[in-house]
C-alpha cells in the first residue's frame, strides 16, 4: 500500500508541475496577445481552491488531476458584448492564434531545458558504454565487434555515456543498418562498424537494447553470494548465513544471481535443495521459499536473501558537471535527442516498427514517477525532463483535439484565407477524441497487462 500511495503522490506531482507549465504557456502568450482568460484550471471536475487576478481570470485546482485547461473568451463558445470582441480569441489573427496555441508545446520543450540545466549544474553521474562481452553468434558478433571496446557514436551521433547511447539505440529501430564507431579501451585506436538489422529482434519488457544486439556492458553485477539473510525469513530457517555462495538448487548449476532468483520465485512453497560454499566447504541445504503476494496480486517465492554487488570497473563512471552557460548548451542539446526520439517512435509507430503494446499508460507514468523520486533528486529530474518532451510532441500532433490538430486547421486558415468551416471541424474534433480514446484505452491494457 505504501507503495501505491508513494506512486500516487509522485504522478500527481510531476503531472500536475508538468500540465501547469504547458496551460502557463498557453495562459501567458494569450494575455501578451490581449486575449481575455476567464479561467486557468489544474485538474477537471470539481473546484477544490479557486481565487481571482485583478484582470478577472479565475485560477482553479480541481479534483481530478489528470490535466487542466486554459478557457478563453470566445465569441464561438460565448456571447461577447461588442465591446469587449477586442478581448476575443477567434479576433485575434492568424498569426496571434498560432502562437497562442503553440505556446503550450513551447514550454514544455523550455521546461525540459531548464530541468536539464538544472540537472548538469548539480552533476549527472554517468557511465561509459564499454562492452564487457559479445554475446556468440550476436548481430555485434556478426559485425566484428569486440570486448572492450567503448562505444563512441551512433550514425555519426556522439554516445558519451551509457544513457544517450542507450536512447540513440532505440532510435535506429526498424532501420535496415546501423553504423557504430568503437574505440579501444586500452590503446584509444577507433574505428566504425556496420550492423545488420534485418533480423533485429527488441522487446523492452524482456531485455535491454544491449541484450538484444548481443552486447554486455561492464557494470556492477549481482553474485550468487549472500550479502544479506532476512531474519526470521525462509532462508534462515533453511540454515542459509551472510557469506554463503550458492552454487547448485537441485543440481542445477548456478550462473548469476538472476537465474537463481528466478527459480525461487518459481518455485514457491517448494522443497528445494540448495548446495552452497560456506568457507571452503560445500554443504547441502533444504529451503522451502515463502509465498509472497504482491500489491498487484502477482504472487511468487520469495526465500529472504539479497546478493553481494560488485562495485563499478575502475574509470567506468564519471560525473558530467557544467558552469552556468555550459550547461544551457547541454540542456538543449539533450532536449533535442530527446524531441528527436520521441518523434521517431510516434513514426515508428505509425509503420509498424514498434508495435502498440510498449504504449505505456498512467499506470506505468506513476511507477516511473515513484521509482525515480525513490532514487534521488537527479533521477526524477530527467524524468520531468523526459515526459515533459514527449508531452509537448503528442500535442504537436496534427489531431484535432490537439493542439497540433489546431494549429493544423490555422495553417488551413491562412493558405485559404478563410477559416476551416464548423462543421469539418466539429468532425476531426470527434475523430480526434475517437482515435486519442483509443489510444488512451490500449496504453491502459498495456499498463494492466505488465501488472
Known amino acids: 500500500m505504501a507503495v501505491f500511495l508513494w506512486n500516487a503522490f509522485t504522478f500527481v506531482i510531476a503531472l500536475g ?9 498557453h495562459f501567458w502568450v494569450a494575455r501578451k496577445n490581449g486575449v481575455l482568460v476567464k479561467r486557468f484550471s489544474i485538474g477537471f471536475g470539481k473546484a ?72 548538469y549544474l548539480i552533476g549527472v553521474q554517468e557511465a561509459k558504454p564499454v562492452i564487457a562481452a559479445v554475446q556468440p553468434q550476436s548481430i555485434v558478433a556478426e559485425a566484428g565487434v569486440r570486448s572492450d571496446e567503448q562505444i563512441i557514436s551512433i550514425n555519426g551521433h556522439s554516445a558519451r555515456d ?32 556496420e550492423l545488420n538489422l534485418s533480423d ?45 555462495i550458492v552454487r547448485r538448487i537441485d543440481g542445477q548449476q548456478i550462473t548469476d544471481w538472476p537465474m537463481l532468483e528466478k527459480l525461487i520465485q518459481q518455485n514457491a512453497e517448494q522443497t ?55 550547461a544551457i548548451g547541454e540542456g538543449v542539446s539533450q532536449t533535442w535527442q530527446l524531441t528527436r526520439l520521441s518523434f521517431a517512435m510516434v513514426a515508428k ?12 499508460g498512467p499506470i506505468s507514468i506513476a511507477q516511473g514517477a515513484g521509482d525515480t523520486a525513490s532514487m534521488g ?22 489531431l484535432p483535439i490537439l493542439d497540433g490538430g489546431h494549429l493544423m486547421y490555422l495553417v488551413v486558415e491562412l493558405i485559404r484565407g478563410k477559416p476551416v468551416s464548423e462543421k469539418a471541424q466539429e468532425i476531426g474534433f470527434r475523430f480526434g477524441a475517437l482515435v486519442l480514446l483509443m489510444l488512451m484505452g490500449i496504453a491502459l491494457l498495456n499498463d494492466i497487462s505488465r501488472l
Open 200 to 244: 533485429w529482434q527488441f522487446d523492452p519488457e524482456q531485455q535491454t537494447v544491449f541484450d538484444s544486439l548481443g552486447i554486455k556492458l561492464m557494470q556492477p553485477e549481482r553474485t550468487t553470494e549472500l550479502s544479506l539473510v532476512v531474519p526470521e525469513s525462509a532462508a534462515e530457517r533453511a540454515g542459509l548465513q551472510k557469506g554463503d
Open 162 to 193: 551509457l544513457r544517450s547511447t542507450n536512447l540513440l539505440l532505440v532510435e535506429q529501430l526498424g532501420r535496415p543498418r546501423m553504423t557504430i564507431g568503437l574505440q579501444e579501451v586500452g590503446s584509444g585506436q577507433q574505428r566504425q562498424v
Open 349 to 360: 509507430l505509425l509503420t509498424g516498427d514498434v508495435s502498440v503494446k510498449h504504449l505505456s
Open 377 to 398: 533528486l537527479i533521477a526524477f529530474l530527467a524524468f520531468l525532463a523526459l515526459i515533459s518532451v514527449n508531452l509537448a510532441v503528442i500535442n504537436l500532433l496534427p
Open 48 to 119: 477544490l481552491f479557486s481565487w481571482r487576478d485583478r484582470q478577472g481570470t479565475e485560477f482553479v485546482i480541481a479534483a481530478i488531476p489528470l490535466g487542466g485547461y486554459v478557457r478563453m473568451l470566445d465569441e464561438r463558445i460565448d456571447p461577447v458584448l461588442p465591446q469587449f470582441a477586442d478581448l476575443a480569441f477567434n479576433h485575434k489573427t492568424v498569426w496571434q492564434r498560432m502562437a497562442i496555441i503553440a505556446a503550450g508545446p513551447a514550454a514544455n520543450f523550455i521546461f525540459a531545458i531548464f530541468v536539464l540545466w538544472l540537472m
Open 17 to 25: 508541475l508538468l500540465v501547469t507549465v504547458h496551460e502557463f504557456g
Open 272 to 326: 528445494l535443495i540448495l548446495e552452497i560454499s560456506r568457507a571452503g566447504q560445500s554443504i547441502e541445504l533444504e529451503a522451502i521459499p515463502e509465498l509472497l503476494t504482491r500489491e498487484d496480486g502477482f504472487t511468487q517465492g520469495m526465500l529472504g536473501i539479497q546478493p553481494v554487488v560488485t562495485p563499478w570497473p575502475e574509470g567506468i563512471i564519471y560525473t558530467q558537471r557544467y558552469g552556468v552557460v555550459g
